[in-house]
């Protein structure tokens, strides 16, 4: 039930970014994009929300890459496009063990899990009256989980690698912030610097583990974008 809602938020958001991009232009020419370009970065990810006593959560650094298209409006910017991001977290532990004299034990264990999302952004971009170069974005993204990857070490015995991908929902909507700065190198060509947050909004917690906590992604991170009018 929880995943048909998620869909459902999804299709409602794509359908609202189509009608946001499109439904305005008279011509069909102005379909396409202002400005078509990619972007690329890193960025700094973590899941928000764990219960469970004694576990620690870290960030890990991830990357960001893909493409991006620009509408021009009078007074604000539409950004979208489709973009690639791995991101990630750690949880660290301590666990009771048995040795080879079955005598309980203390160790430590460090779970280090990869996410590979496809996002799409739907942004709105204000430039700032007196500095036109510097802007602020806010809007909002939807990601579909293409790979998760854990990777657990333990402090008494080998580490191991295995697939997660059912103790993660599929999808995540998110809201998004960012702080940027543009470049133009010539009359057609601009560069942007972007720093960014985002929060997932849903639970993206699939499975019963960690006590079943209510568990949201959160990133930060800087990215660059190379666009063409």
């Known amino acids: 039930m929880k995943r048909n809602v998620t869909r ?8 609202l970014a189509l009608v946001g991009n499109f439904s305005s232009f008279a011509q069909p020419k102005r379909f396409l994009p202002d400005e078509l370009g990619i972007n690329f970065g890193f960025n700094r990810h973590t899941q ?5 006593a004694d576990i620690a959560t870290s960030y890990k650094t991830g990357y960001v890459a893909g493409v991006i298209g620009l509408w021009n409006r009078s007074r604000l910017i539409i950004r979208s496009g489709i973009t690639l991001e791995r991101k990630g977290f750690r949880i660290s532990s301590s666990t009771t063990y048995f040795d ?5 034990k203390t160790g430590e264990s460090t779970e280090s ?10 942004v709105l971009r204000k430039c700032l ?14 990601s579909y989980l293409l790979k998760a990857q854990g990777t657990t070490v333990f402090s008494w015995r080998p ?10 929902r599929v999808f995540d909507l998110g809201c998004t912030t960012g702080l940027g700065f543009k470049k133009p190198l010539n009359s057609s060509i601009n560069i942007d610097l972007t720093i960014f947050g985002n929060y997932g909004l849903l639970n993206v917690n699939a499975s019963q583990g960690y ?6 992604n959160f990133s930060f991170g800087s990215v660059i974008s190379i666009s063409k009018k």
């Open 159 to 168: 580490s191991s690698t295995s697939n997660v991908e059912s103790g993660f």
């Open 8 to 15: 459902k938020i999804l299709f409602s958001f794509l359908a």
């Open 100 to 104: 080879d004299q079955l005598n309980p």
């Open 211 to 216: 006590g079943g906590s209510e568990l949201h």
């Open 113 to 122: 899990t990869n996410l590979t999302y496809i996002t799409l952004p739907l």
């Open 129 to 142: 009256p007196k500095a036109k170069l510097i802007y602020f974005e806010a809007g909002l993204y939807t």
């Open 48 to 52: 928000l929300g764990y219960s469970v």
